[in-house]
């Protein structure tokens, strides 16, 4: 009974942890993003200013099931910025650290609009990128391919810190009270599974 106990919290444990996110390492102006959002049930996925972490989202997908997500890094060269991902009735959330956006095209209009009319009779690049409008994201966009036909990250990275310390906490970050919380209920559990 103690080993099913000790199985059953470990599993809650982990359920409770289990939400990631994996962003590229670099991003430069204009580049098109791939946001990998992954978690139990529905998410909130946000890029934030590095500077105000706990501002108003610079952009935003709420309500959706994991997935990819698109965004287009239309920002100053030299400004930061940070990915969150939050399960939306949960406590569970990671947070990417601080990317700095590194020089690009001064214009990603024009970069969008070229992009646009080269790829329009490529049905892979022109379903690749989702609009970037929240109500629009879903979860059936579909993960881009490269030209071998495979749907790698290449060069991404799956980080994540906690805005109050700064300091890197993993693929599977949570807020610090859902860890103790699962550690809780988990020793709960096995001390009941004692008497």
Known sequence: M???SLVSSTLFATLALAV???V?????????????A???GKLNVAVLSAK????TA???WLNIESDTVHWTADYKVGQQVVFLVEERDGDAEIWSDPITIEDGPEDCAAVASTTNSASASSTDSASSFAPTDSSDASSNVTPPTDSTGSTGNGGAQNVGTTPESNS??????ARPMAAFSAVLVGAVA???SLF
């Open 2 to 4: 103690m080993f099913t």
């Open 20 to 22: 990631s996110l994996n």
């Open 24 to 36: 590229p390492e670099k991003i430069s102006r204009c580049d098109k993003i791939n946001i990998v």
């Open 38 to 40: 992954k978690g139990k």
């Open 52 to 55: 105000d972490e706990c501002g």
């Open 58 to 60: 610079e952009k935003e």
């Open 168 to 173: 890197p906490t993993g693929a599977a970050s």
């Open 190 to 192: 096995v001390a009941a």
